[in-house]
C-alpha cells in the first residue's frame, strides 16, 4: 500500500532567506494543487523547521533524524540500516522490527562528508558528476588518508604527484569516504541488511560501490533519496487528529524575523523574535526567563 | 595577625555551599560565592587556556579569574582522580603570569583519606581543634547527602509538575536556608521541611514513564552550564531522569575501585581512570533495570570517558538499550544538542508504543 502520492518534488534554494524560499514554494503548490485538494496539515523538518513551522502553523515540527526514518521506512519497510551522509553531516539509524533502536550523528569534525568530496573534485578540477562516473571506472583505488579534510588534500596532492591515475585517485576518495563513515559514525553500530543509503553523497555512484565492496551486500539508494525528511514529516502531518485552517494568504503576509542579544547577563543569548506584519507571533533562544520576550 | 583570607569555589551545580561551610569552619577564611559561569567565563577560561585541556579546565579557570576580579584571594580546588589532580599547580601557574597574586588550596594535597584532609587544614588554620574538624565534615557530608536526596527527587519528577517552576522554587529556598547553618540539627529540620514540600507538588507521572539514565564525567553532568541543561530539556519532554552518580557517590562508592569493578562486570577488566569506571558500572546496572535509554556525557578531550565509550557500546549491543553520546565542548551549540535529544525521545517513544502493543 502506498501511503503518499508526491504531487511537487523540486528543490529550493534558500539563498539565505528560509521564509522567502517557502513563499516561492507555496505559490507552486497552490499552482500544483489547483483546488483539487485541500491542506488539512503542515509539517516542518530541517534546520529551519521552528522558524517554518510558526509560519505556517504546522503541527508537526520534527527533526530531521526522525524524519527521515520514518520517510524510508515507507519507502523501504523492512529496511534495517539507514546511511545519511549529506553536505556536512552524516548519520547512521539502526532500525529493529520497524523501529528505530540506534541511532549516531557525526559530532566534531565534517570530514567524510559532502563537502569533502566536493572540496577534493574542485581541487581535481573535476565537476561532481563527472567525479561520480570516473570513480566507478577504476579498479584500483589508491589508499587516502581521510582523518582529515586539510590532511586528506596533502595525501592527495602526493599520490597524483608520485604518478597515480587521475580515476584511481578519484575512486580512492570514495573508499576514503566510506571509511571515515564506518569508523566514526558506524563505530560499534552492528549494519545488518538491507542497508538503505541517502543524502546528497548517495548520489555518487562511486560511494555506492564502495560501500557495496565493504558491507559486502547491495545498498539500496532511492531516487527519492534527497526527500526522504520531507516525506517523513508529511507522514507524521497525515497521522495528526485535529486539522488547522490553511490559507495559501500567508504568501501575501510579510514575515520578519529579527535576531536580538538579550542584555541582562554576560550569556548574551540570542533571542529570535517572529513578528507577522509587525506583531511579535513568537520568539525563542532565551536561556532564562529574564530574556523571554512578550509575546502577545 | 593576619588579614583573613577571602576564599572562592567555582562553580558546580550548587555544591559550593557545602564547600563553604568546610572553607569557613575548618580552614577559617572568608568566602566568596563566584560570579555566576557565563559565556563570558568561558570565553575568559579557554583564552588563558591550553586548547586541546578538557573543558572543566576552562569553565573553572574563568570562574576563578571573574572570583579574583571581586575580591578572592584564595582559590579552592578539589585536585583528585584524573588529570584534575594536576589542575592546582597549572591553573596557579596560569594565574601568576597574568598578574593575579593568590594561594590554591587543593583540599585533597595530603590525599583524600581523613588524615590527610586534616593535616591540609591544620597547614592553614594551626589552630584547628579535631572535634571542631570532625564536627563540619559530619554537617558538610550530611548537606551534600540531603542535597542530592532532594536533587533526585527533582530530576525523576519535575517533568510531571503540573505547574513549571514550584519544585525549582521550592529547592531554592532551601538551598538559601542552608547556606547560614552551622548545625546538622538546622539542616536536616530545613531539609524534612522543604522536602515534604516537595513532595506534595502536585505531578501528572504516568506508571511507567519513558526512563532515561545519564552517566559521564563527573563536572560535565553536575554543571548545567557544562551540558547545556541537558537535564533541564530531557524533563521538559516528560522523560524521568536517573542519575547515580552525584557528590555523595563520588565519597562512598567512587572511592572502592574494586567494588566498581565487580559491578562493571565482564565490561571492564580493569579501572580505566577519573570516574569512568563508574561510568561503565552504573551503565550496566541501568541497563540491568529496564532503563528505556541512557545519555552518556563527557567533556572534549576527557580520556578516561572516552576509554568507557568502547564498554558502553558493548552495553548497549548486550542489553539492547540505545545510548547516546554527546561531547562537550567550548562551542557546543545547544541547537545541535536539542535536535540530537528530540531524536531520542522519539526513538524512545517508538520502541515503547511497539513494547505495548
Redesign the interface.
Known amino acids: 500500500m502506498k501511503i503518499i502520492k508526491l504531487l511537487l518534488v523540486n528543490i529550493y534554494g534558500l539563498a539565505g532567506n528560509p521564509a522567502q524560499a517557502v513563499k516561492i514554494l507555496l505559490k507552486d503548490i497552490e499552482k500544483t494543487i489547483d483546488n483539487q485538494y485541500k491542506i488539512v496539515n503542515v509539517g516542518t523538518t530541517g534546520?529551519a523547521r521552528k522558524l517554518i513551522g510558526t509560519m505556517l502553523n504546522a503541527k508537526v515540527v520534527?527533526?530531521?533524524?526522525?524524519a527521515h526514518a520514518i520517510g524510508t521506512l515507507s519507502i523501504v519497510p523492512d529496511a534495517r540500516t539507514i546511511i545519511e551522509i549529506g553536505g556536512q553531516d552524516s548519520k547512521i539509524i539502526i532500525i529493529e522490527?520497524?523501529?528505530?533502536?540506534?541511532?549516531?550523528?557525526n559530532?566534531?569534525c565534517a570530514a567524510g562528508t559532502g563537502s569533502f568530496l566536493s572540496s577534493q573534485a574542485k581541487r581535481l578540477e573535476l565537476d561532481i558528476e563527472e567525479f561520480s562516473e570516473m570513480a566507478c571506472s577504476s579498479d584500483n583505488p589508491t589508499k587516502i588518508a581521510a582523518r582529515c579534510t586539510v590532511f586528506a588534500e596533502s595525501d592527495l596532492v602526493h599520490k597524483a604527484q608520485i604518478g597515480h591515475k587521475k580515476e584511481d585517485i578519484v575512486a580512492g576518495l570514495c573508499r576514503a569516504v566510506v571509511h571515515n563513515y564506518l569508523n566514526n559514525v558506524g563505530?560499534?553500530k552492528?549494519i545488518k541488511n538491507p542497508v538503505v543509503f541517502q543524502g546528497g553523497v548517495s548520489k555518487n555512484k562511486g560511494v555506492v560501490r564502495e560501500f557495496e565492496r565493504e558491507l559486502n551486500t547491495k545498498v539500496y539508494v532511492d531516487e527519492n533519496g534527497h526527500i526522504m525528511g520531507a516525506i517523513g514529516v508529511a507522514i507524521l502531518a497525515k497521522q495528526q487528529k485535529d486539522e488547522i485552517d490553511f490559507s495559501f494568504d500567508i504568501t501575501d503576509i510579510e514575515f520578519e524575523t529579527k535576531g536580538i542579544e538579550c542584555d541582562k547577563?554576560?550569556?548574551?543569548c540570542e533571542i529570535i523574535c517572529v513578528y507577522k506584519d509587525k506583531i511579535l507571533v513568537d520568539a525563542w533562544g532565551n536561556?532564562c526567563d529574564r530574556g523571554r520576550a512578550k509575546v502577545k | 595577625m593576619s588579614k583573613q583570607k577571602t576564599a572562592c569555589f567555582p562553580q558546580i551545580a550548587n555544591y559550593s555551599i557545602p564547600v563553604d561551610m568546610y572553607v569557613k569552619n575548618v580552614l577559617d577564611m572568608k568566602t566568596i560565592t563566584c560570579p555566576?559561569t557565563?559565556?563570558?567565563?568561558l570565553e575568559l577560561g579557554s583564552k588563558h587556556s591550553p586548547d586541546y585541556v578538557c573543558t572543566p579546565f576552562k569553565y573553572s579557570l574563568g570562574n576563578y579569574i571573574e572570583a579574583i576580579e571581586i575580591g578572592a584571594d584564595t582559590l579552592i580546588i578539589p585536585a583528585i582522580g584524573c588529570r584534575l589532580g594536576y589542575y592546582d599547580e597549572v591553573q596557579k601557574t596560569i594565574l601568576e603570569d597574568l598578574g593575579y597574586k593568590i594561594n590554591m588550596v587543593n583540599l585533597f594535597e595530603h590525599g583524600n583519606n581523613i588524615m590527610g584532609i586534616y593535616k591540609l587544614c591544620k597547614t592553614y588554620n594551626p589552630k584547628l581543634k579535631i572535634k571542631k574538624f570532625i564536627k563540619t565534615l559530619y554537617l558538610v557530608s550530611k548537606t551534600v547527602i540531603y542535597m542530592d536526596i532532594m536533587e533526585d527527587y527533582i530530576r525523576k519528577n519535575i517533568g510531571f509538575e503540573k505547574e513549571d517552576g514550584k519544585m525549582e522554587k521550592i529547592y531554592q529556598l532551601f538551598l538559601q536556608g542552608i547556606k547560614k547553618s552551622t548545625r546538622v540539627k538546622h539542616v536536616k529540620k530545613l531539609y524534612e521541611k522543604y522536602f515534604a514540600m516537595l513532595k506534595e507538588v502536585e505531578i501528572d507521572k504516568p506508571e511507567n514513564p519513558i526512563r532515561v539514565g545519564i552517566v559521564g564525567d563527573l563536572y560535565t553532568i553536575l554543571e548545567p552550564f557544562g551540558n547545556c541543561?541537558i537535564e533541564k530539556h530531557l524533563a521538559k519532554k516528560g522523560i524521568e531522569i536517573n542519575r547515580p552518580m552525584t557528590l555523595t557517590h563520588m565519597f562512598g562508592e567512587l572511592q572502592n575501585e574494586k567494588l566498581l569493578l565487580k559491578q562493571s562486570g565482564k565490561y571492564l577488566k580493569y579501572a580505566i581512570g577519573g570516574n569512568a569506571t563508574d561510568s561503565v558500572a552504573k551503565a550496566k546496572m541501568m541497563a540491568e533495570n529496564n532503563i528505556d535509554g541512557i545519555i552518556h556525557i563527557k567533556a572534549?578531550s576527557c580520556t578516561p570517558e572516552i576509554t568507557a565509550m568502547?564498554a558502553l557500546?558493548n552495553i548497549?549491543?548486550d542489553y539492547?538499550v540505545?545510548?547516546l553520546?554527546f561531547?562537550f565542548?567550548t562551542e557546543t551549540s545547544e541547537?545541535g544538542v536539542l535536535?540530537?535529544i528530540?531524536?531520542?525521545h522519539?526513538?524512545l517513544i517508538?520502541?515503547d508504543l511497539?513494547e505495548v502493543r
Not at chain 1, 547577563?265 to 548574551?268: G, L, R, T, V
Not at chain 2, 557565563?38 to 567565563?41: Q, V
Open positions: 534546520s520534527k527533526n530531521e533524524i526522525t522490527d520497524g523501529i528505530v533502536t540506534d541511532y549516531a550523528m559530532t566534531l563505530k560499534g552492528s547577563c554576560a550569556n548574551n536561556k | 555566576m557565563t559565556k563570558k567565563t541543561n572534549a568502547s557500546q548497549s549491543n539492547k540505545p545510548i553520546y561531547t565542548d541547537t535536535t540530537r528530540e531524536a531520542f522519539d526513538m517508538m520502541k511497539k
